[in-house]
């Protein structure tokens, strides 16, 4: 069984077992890693992709990150007084081998993506208030009371000189619970 499988803007035929240089990803030496860009799977039964192939995925193990062979640029231009220029590089790549094919591979991964993501938006959707509406509350003030529990004009509103003050994560002002007062009401 083999697979056309799509990584760096590059389309590779490939086997389990294959040896592969690629551009480079981002994984260290021993890491697995899972290719779900399949564009064909072939075999007694080859199925080709619009553009993708549906549940399919492609494991390898990175096996090193190395440098590509040297490669020169060379310039001369014609006639007297005329320059030359020297230029060469040396493209990042990483090696890969090829340990499985999956016909069915890239829908188990997907359902822990989306598991892993829905607690943080959870918390996004429940806060109605936008704190930046406060004067002097920015983006990271903002955040910050998020993080400390803090996400409605209500619960500002409801805060206690000492409650202000057992806050650690940022210094809440006085004129912020005032504002948040006229705000929650509407």
């Known amino acids: ?5 799509k990584t760096g803007g590059k389309q590779y035929k490939v086997q389990a077992g294959d040896v592969l ?5 981002a994984a260290d030496a021993g890491e697995t890693i899972q290719f779900d860009e399949v564009l064909m799977l072939g075999g007694d039964a080859p199925v080709v992709g619009a553009p993708l192939v549906d549940g399919a995925a492609v494991k390898a193990e990175v096996i090193d990150q190395i440098k590509g062979e040297k490669l020169i640029h060379f310039v001369k ?14 493209q ?3 090696l890969i081998k090829i340990t499985e094919i999956l016909a069915s591979g890239a829908t188990k991964a ?7 993501a829905a607690p943080k938006a959870a918390p996004a959707a429940a806060s109605a208030d936008d704190l930046t509406q406060l004067t002097g509350v920015g983006p990271a ?15 500002i509103a409801a805060l206690s000189a000492d409650d202000i003050a057992a806050i650690d994560a940022i210094k809440v002002k006085p004129e912020w619970v005032e504002q948040a007062k006229e705000l929650a009401k509407g």
Request: glycine share 4%; aromatic share 4%; no cysteine.
């Open 1 to 5: 069984m083999f697979a056309v499988l």
């Open 21 to 25: 240089r690629v551009e480079k990803l």
């Open 77 to 90: 231009r014609r006639r007297k007084h005329s320059s030359k220029r020297t230029k060469g590089h040396r």
């Open 92 to 94: 990042k790549l990483t």
């Open 110 to 116: 997907a359902p822990k993506a989306a598991a892993k």
């Open 141 to 155: 003030a903002a955040k910050k009371l998020n993080d400390a529990g803090i996400t409605s004009f209500a619960q």
